[in-house]
């Protein structure tokens, strides 16, 4: 049966966030149906709700940071059971055929991959709504699960921030002995700096401004380099094997690529959209650089980093809030004013009126 579910969507770009009734689809027998204990607060969700990106259809509910516990199960579910603690991140479904899914890279799937929330079912064609809500249902080959030894709260950003910067970091084969470096430090910065670590890496992060050394240490970073005094960039001129770019807006890439050692590689994961000024290819081409882009993960990589992060007990720093303090916390996101992730505590929902 479907199930009624309560919710917070945007209906317009320009309206809060409000309460939203709405009703789950039908459960299938591939589906798990979860309720949401905790949710995630990405840049993607205030992008979407502003229709930053266009394409958004209101009313929408965001939220793709999900840990929850299960409820039911479909009959034709073999991976999980009712009372399981398990997530869902930035997908719910991909084609399963085409070769990017049959690599595992779901999340760049041929025919498109079904987002969590703003996206249209492959089924039936309704409109997906994500975690800022009561309920769920996902089919399970979506669903991950969530290791006993995290805390739960400050495992949902690991959904999309973890894997965000896990994915290249695996890609490009970061481990002992790599040479990584991050640019800003904001939710995706702080996960890089944690992940790189725990790799095995020498982790450096590149800053505007001074001030963030102690907790930029703190989180796993051997130096800081500020980048805007030129005299610190000249010194760490080709140095670098990877540099994970968590930026979210338009900004010039020369003075870090300059950084990278003879074929590495600079991957952009915070910022879509036309880069100015534009890149020299110069020190690309001389050097054999790269610069490259990265989305989330595939379902098999996104369980991989979940089991590294409970076998290392990495989680993301988080601030919790209620879910009726969402606008205000989509104003403090937009001033950078989290350290570093806001996550909802879906249990205030209940209070909701």
Not at 42 to 71: A, Q
Not at 175 to 190: D, I, M, W
Request: with cysteine; hydrophobic share 40%.
């Amino acid at each position: 049966m479907p199930q009624a579910t309560r919710g917070y969507a945007a209906t317009s770009p320009t309206s809060p966030l409000g309460l939203f009734h709405f009703v789950r689809r039908d459960p299938r027998d591939n589906d798990v149906v979860i309720d949401v204990l905790y949710s995630g607060v990405c840049h993607s969700d205030l992008h979407t709700v502003r229709n930053d990106w266009g394409g958004t259809v209101y009313p929408t509910v965001p939220g793709h940071e999900i840990v929850g516990r299960v409820t039911a199960v479909g009959s034709a579910v073999t991976r999980f059971q009712v009372g399981d603690t398990v997530g869902v991140g930035c997908m719910v479904d991909s084609c399963q055929h085409c070769a990017a899914c049959a690599k595992g890279w779901e999340q760049y799937c041929e025919k498109g991959m079904t987002g969590t929330y703003n996206s249209t079912d492959r089924v039936d064609g309704s409109a997906t709504q994500g975690g800022y809500s009561e309920h769920i249902v996902v089919r399970q080959e979506f669903v991950l699960k969530i290791p006993q030894t995290l805390d739960l709260k400050a495992a949902a950003p690991l959904l999309c921030a973890g894997i965000t910067t896990w994915s290249p970091l695996r890609h490009w084969k970061v481990g002992p002995g790599s040479k990584v470096a991050v640019v800003g430090l904001g939710g995706l910065g702080h996960m890089a700096l944690k992940l790189a670590k725990a790799l095995g890496a020498q982790v450096t992060l590149f800053s505007r401004s001074a001030g963030k050394e102690a907790d930029a240490q703190r989180l796993g970073a051997d130096r800081v380099v500020i980048s805007t005094d030129k005299a610190q960039m000249k010194a760490v001129r080709g140095q670098f094997d990877l540099i994970i770019d968590t930026v979210p807006y338009a900004h010039d890439l020369n003075p870090y690529t300059a950084t990278l050692a003879t074929g590495g590689t600079l991957v952009l994961v915070g910022f879509l959209g036309m880069q100015e000024p534009a890149v020299n290819t110069t020190s690309l081409v001389l050097g054999r650089k790269s610069v490259a882009g990265s989305v989330i993960g595939g379902i098999t990589e996104t369980q991989e980093m979940l089991d590294f992060c409970g076998q290392h007990g990495i989680t993301a720093d988080v601030e919790m809030l209620a879910m009726q303090d969402i606008n205000t916390a989509y104003e403090r996101m937009l001033r950078s004013d989290v350290k570093y992730r806001f996550v909802i505590d879906m249990q205030s929902l209940k209070s909701a009126a």
